[in-house]
């Protein structure tokens, strides 16, 4: 700019003309697309978006009854944090197939929407003065807490998915515990938010379109904006397409065969690990967790049973013997790929309660459930009295009419509606029913 | 009733932050409660590597990604308004907005970052091809575009009168 600044204004002017090129200057921000609607749609949705992802977070530490043995619970110091724990039911049988693939699905979709929300409040990450009142300098404490617990869920999620061990921790905990951290900011934010957002929308609706100059977050619109490139209802359907596109190439991996190869870059994705019978999609295979074919053999492998009566070892041909009942169940994984329902051929939980005391079907106890597996956390679990009890609960021997392959379990893994995927412990060696 | 500070100049008084709403007051509160208790659970292993995620999350975003795409975004602006042809930026900046997306989200697969072996053994599949995948999405993305931007101009040249001299 070449015009000399007019004598009155001297060093006001000065400061104004460098404020501009400072972010702390409402003038340096310039896009027109910036006001209280389009912020306010897109905390819309993500409210009820992330409402959707907190529950269904909750829900899935549920799945895994963490209150029935220390196996279970990955956040055993969780307190009062597991206030709403319930024991998990075995109907319907797609329950965490739903409820998984939902809480991750929808994750990974809603990124663009919370992009787009951070983008446009940016401005007031650096407005002055940094405080006005006790409560404002709280509430933008707060803003910490709720931006970084935003982004650390949702990066130690997408991280989590895709096997990249990166974080400084366990998953489980950092997932858990950040959620708490990051919804106790969510909860104030929108108490102090979501009425001037809905009186944003409402006056845009009664205007029949974008609104008249708002009273609440005219902060938001850029003082000297510049020409528009795109529309603020443009730049909406920009986000709404990248959400789309993001959630066309993940929502495959909740299903075999040609949906699945829909999901391009998502892993467990794209085609099936094998062919045949036992070509659906696997979480550890034989190889990771160390299963020596010799163990596995026939000759080798006993499986070990202890109840109130004492114990039984059963060979593979032993349990082949026991009458054999089928269910069709789904292997629904906490990264949130699952595969169609499998058929599964096997004995009945109850069935093998019953060889050691536990007869009655109505009185048959927990069981713990032990590997072959020498390490990993889930090598052990526990499964609650409900899930034995249920008659689609099976030891399985085969899958889709053939024996389990090596990676599937063979020669026997637990099966369970509704359970997920790792608490159907594979290559069983010991069943220990009981109260746990 | 005299003043405590009855001679100090202005500047010199103690700082006097109003409270502001006592009821906003009282629900960061029970906030902070809340993201204490949990917090400190969230802190209690490896508290310095999860403080930085935390803290390190939001100022890279704020302060780096959010920075270097709307500077990208600014450039193509710039360089299309020196060129003419303002409106044509929709049609670089959808595809590239799609295309980043799928990036940042799949980064680790798209750059092979993941551990390769880890990953061949625990899911039985292929870490390959995610890189070439994108591209092509990428390729399609950007084709389409272009496709779109020809056919409208196209139709434009037809239903434009006559040339006038």
Known sequence: MGRAPPFRAGAAYRRDMSDRRLPTSPGFWRSPLRGPWFTSVLGLVLLVGITVLFVTGLVSYAAYNPGLTPVNDQTPGKGILGFYLFDWPTRPSWLYRLTQNVHVTLGITLIPVLLAKLWSVVPRL???????????????????????????????????????????????????????????????????????????????????????????????????????????????????????????????????????????????????????????????????????????????????????????????????????????????????????????????????????????????????????????????????????????????????????????????RVIVPAAPGVMNTKWVARLTFGDL | MTPRFPRLPHALRPLRLPLGSPLQLVLLACSFALAGYAGVRLFAGDWFGVALWFVGAALLHDLVLLPLYAAADRAALRAAGRAGRRAWVAYVRVPAVLSGLLLLVWFPLIAGQVDRRRYRLTTGLSPDGFLARWLLITAVLFGGSALVLVVRLRRAAKHRPPAVH
Do not use: M
């Open chain 1, 126 to 412: 650096f407005a002055l003065p940094p405080a006005r009142s006790l409560t404002h300098a709280l509430e933008r404490i707060s803003l910490l807490l709720l931006v970084g617990g935003v982004l650390f869920e949702f990066t130690t999620g997408v991280l989590n998915v895709q096997l990249d061990y990166v974080f400084p921790g366990s998953f489980y905990p950092l997932h858990f515990y950040g959620a708490w951290v990051f919804f106790a900011a969510f909860a104030v934010h929108v108490a102090l938010k979501l009425p001037a957002a809905l009186r944003n929308v409402r006056r845009a609706r009664a205007a029949g379109g974008e609104p008249a100059p708002p009273r609440e977050g005219g902060d938001l619109v850029s003082p000297r904006p510049d020409p528009p490139s795109v529309s603020r209802r443009g730049a909406l359907w920009l986000v709404g397409g990248g959400s789309l596109l993001l959630f066309a190439t993940t929502a495959g991996r909740g299903f075999d065969g040609p949906l699945r190869r829909t999901a391009l870059l998502a892993p467990h994705g794209g085609p099936e690990p094998g062919s045949g019978p036992g070509g659906f999609q696997i979480n550890k295979t034989a190889a990771y967790a160390g299963i020596d074919a010799a163990e596995t053999s026939d000759d080798a492998w006993r499986l070990v049973v202890t109840g109130r009566t004492g114990t039984v070892r059963l060979a593979r041909a032993d349990l082949l013997r026991l009458p054999l009942h089928s269910s069709a169940l789904p292997i629904a994984c906490v990264e949130g790929w699952s595969t169609s329902d499998q058929w599964w051929r096997g004995v009945r939980l109850r069935d093998l309660a019953a060889l050691v005391g536990y007869e009655d079907p109505a009185g048959v106890p927990d069981v713990f459930v032990e590997s072959l597996q020498r390490h990993g956390a889930f090598r052990r679990a526990g499964l609650r009295a409900n899930q034995v009890r249920d008659p689609l609960s099976l030891l399985a021997l085969q899958a889709n009419g053939e024996d389990l392959t090596p990676d599937h379990g063979y020669p026997a």
